[in-house]
């Protein structure tokens, strides 16, 4: 057996590509079950819930792989009918350096646009871009930019794994020597559907991950940004990386200067996203009725004024007023769910002001 990672911040992929590699036989990982620390998270609960007696493999090593190998091989011996040729977990994470230590393993980065993902819903919750999209922007690209001296890493954008699906299929069927084809057909329709009898039914993913069970077609966000100073710095160092999977033209010391930059980017914090984006359309796939978030500036790429904020403002008004479920007003965000005539609305607005 050999450690096998997938690693990325929120909303790269990572579930999707744990979910396709999992299609394969020989490939367990597990979903955010950090054995390499001490912290049980929702799904090593899911896990011990079947193995209980597997809770001192969630401890602290310098390799993060040995605890790791440590349960397969303890999972190997339980369930001796399966065998995997790789095994591990995906890391929702931007330090690249977690996992570096680990004897003789492979390593996915998940990335794709910083300037889409600053503006997905979950996003703008857990990294607060709605007051500043500053310092998640110089986190992100740290990750970005570090994770290129790993030379034995196999580096994914989410961008080309929706576009050209089937290519990436093959080129991780050439990095892990493993044909992954056809088990990874239709692999949407795969995700979270194992028997039972087999381990990998361990995790409950039938209601999450939705994007994850949808047939790729096309990207979910849309933005264009505005005329301001620190996107003109941010693209100037992000776009040599970005949608690159060979960094070998790339030297050590020059990705030691663009590190430098990036953090220098820093004296422009804060700047709230509305005042960074003129428009965002980020869509939720794999629901019923897709969730999506809109933004949209006041003044227009023309400087002529919209009038969608205040269509906006008076539409949450009207919702409130004929009985909206489960509502919430964030600082600079609202979401609900709105019944009307049996007819069920979901949708998340990005405010303005």
């Keep these: 057996m050999q450690a096998l990672f997938i690693q990325g911040p929120e909303k ?20 955010e079950t950090y054995l390499g620390q001490p912290k049980i998270t929702k799904y090593g609960n899911q896990l011990l819930e079947k193995y209980p007696d597997a ?14 190998l440590d349960f397969f091989q303890y999972l190997k011996d339980r369930e001796s009918e399966y065998s995997y040729k790789y095994v591990g977990t995906k890391l929702n994470c931007l330090n690249p350096d977690i996992t570096q230590k680990v004897h003789n393993h492979k390593i996915i980065f998940t990335k794709r646009d910083v300037r889409s993902w600053l503006v997905k819903q979950s ?3 857990r990294y607060r871009t709605d007051l500043d999209v500053v310092i998640p922007t110089v986190e992100y690209l740290n990750y970005i930019i570090k994770s290129t001296l790993y030379q034995h890493a196999y580096h994914l954008w989410m961008e080309d794994l929706i576009k050209e699906n089937s290519k990436i299929i093959d ?5 892990l020597d493993l044909k992954l084809k056809p088990h990874t057909d239709d692999w949407w329709d795969k995700f979270g559907n194992m028997p039972n009898t087999n381990p990998k039914s361990v995790f409950k993913l039938s209601h999450v991950h939705h994007s994850s069970k949808k ?7 849309k933005y264009e940004i505005k005329d301001i ?14 949608r690159n999977s060979d960094f070998t033209n790339i030297s050590e010391s020059e990705i030691s200067n663009d590190l430098k930059t990036i953090n220098k980017l820093k004296r422009y914090a804060p700047i709230p996203v509305k005042e960074a984006y003129s428009y965002v359309k980020s869509i939720r796939f794999g629901f019923a ?8 500036s006041k003044t ?43 007819i069920q609305i979901t949708a998340d607005l990005l405010f303005i002001e």
């Excluded at 080129?171 to 990095?175: A, F, K």
């Excluded at 100073?229 to 970005?242: H, L």
């Design 55 to 68: 809770r001192h493999f969630f401890r602290m090593e310098v390799d993060y792989g040995k605890p790791v």
């Design 229 to 242: 100073p620190f996107w003109d710095d941010t693209n100037q160092i992000f776009e040599k990386y970005f």
């Design 289 to 296: 009725k897709p969730r999506e978030t809109y933004y949209y």
């Design 123 to 125: 996003i703008i919750e």
């Design 171 to 175: 080129e991780l069927s050439d990095y």
């Design 215 to 221: 047939e790729p077609e096309t990207l979910d966000t």
């Design 300 to 342: 227009g790429k023309k400087g002529n004024k919209r009038s969608i904020f205040s269509r906006i403002k008076e539409r949450v008004r009207r919702i409130i007023n004929v009985g909206l479920n489960n509502y919430h007003v964030g600082k600079g965000i609202a979401y609900g769910t709105l019944f009307l005539d049996e």
């Design 12 to 31: 790269t992929a990572t579930s999707t590509t744990t979910g396709i590699l999992n299609c394969h036989p020989e490939i367990f990982i597990l979903f």
